[in-house]
T-cell receptor
Framework: GAVVSQHPSWVICKSGTSVKIECRSLDFQATTMFWYRQFPKQSLMLMATSNEGSKATYEQGVEKDKFLINHASLTLSTLTVTSAHPEDSSFYIC?????????????FGPGTRLTVT | GENVEQHPSTLSVQEGDSAVIKCTYSDSASNYFPWYKQELGKRPQLIIDIRSNVGEKKDQRIAVTLNKTAKHFSLHITETQPEDSAVYFCAASLRKLTFGTGTRLTIIP
């Protein structure tokens, strides 16, 4: 089946620095990808919808200048957490639709655990 | 926007018994309802899903029922096994997924 990968799987950074997370669809093209954030023992919260060739759509309450999303190709979306702070420590997961015009059914990446010290 | 509530938050059942998790949603336009199993530190895994034109779907020990009028749907796991222990999330979707708050299921051997 289709596979979505993320890199890195985990990262530790210092407060004030920026971190980039990559999400790749390995054997299919994805014009749309989704980014989620999951705090410990909580649910997945959609942060933004990444659109190839156009601006990302952010959910209410998500700072677009802090969480920069770039969907540079049909197989790659990146999320950059700028000026990271300890409260940004979380599990970040991307997903891509299975295709066929159906955005509901998602392949999830393995997630990236970010720890900001 | 869509709001999904999930109950219970924790559930313990004896091995071999059945487990039921329930969700309600707010947006009557939602038309896709997946259930995910997530183990600690891992990605969510789709275990079963149902679309709004179907009332029930079954896959071996797992079944999902949907009541569109009442806007609720449920996950049923029969003959539970220790490997069923995990956190389960429901979701409702109209082009994007809104997740429930999760249920930690523990199967007692």
């Amino acid at each position: 089946g289709a596979v979505v990968s993320q890199h890195p799987s985990w990262v530790i950074c210092k407060s004030g620095t920026s971190v980039k997370i990559e999400c790749r669809s390995l054997d299919f093209q994805a014009t749309t990808m989704f980014w989620y954030r999951q705090f410990p023992k909580q649910s997945l919260m959609l942060m933004a919808t990444s659109n190839e060739g156009s601006k990302a759509t952010y959910e209410q309450g998500v700072e677009k200048d802090k969480f920069l999303i770039n969907h540079a190709s049909l197989t790659l979306s990146t999320l950059t957490v700028t000026s990271a702070h300890p409260e940004d420590s979380s599990f970040y997961i991307c997903s891509a639709p299975r295709g066929g015009g159906n955005l509901d059914e998602q392949y999830f990446g393995p997630g990236t655990r970010l720890t900001v010290t | 926007g869509e709001n999904v509530e999930q109950h219970p938050s924790t559930l313990s059942v004896q091995e071999g018994d059945s487990a039921v998790i329930k969700c309600t949603y707010s947006d009557s336009a939602s038309n896709y309802f997946p259930w995910y199993k997530q183990e600690l530190g891992k990605r969510p895994q789709l275990i079963i899903d149902i679309r709004s034109n179907v009332g029930e779907k079954k896959d071996q020990r797992i079944a999902v029922t949907l009541n569109k009028t009442a806007k609720h749907f449920s996950l049923h796991i029969t003959e539970t096994q220790p490997e069923d222990s995990a956190v389960y999330f429901c979701a409702a979707s109209l082009r994007k997924l809104t997740f429930g708050t999760g249920t930690r299921l523990t199967i007692i051997p």
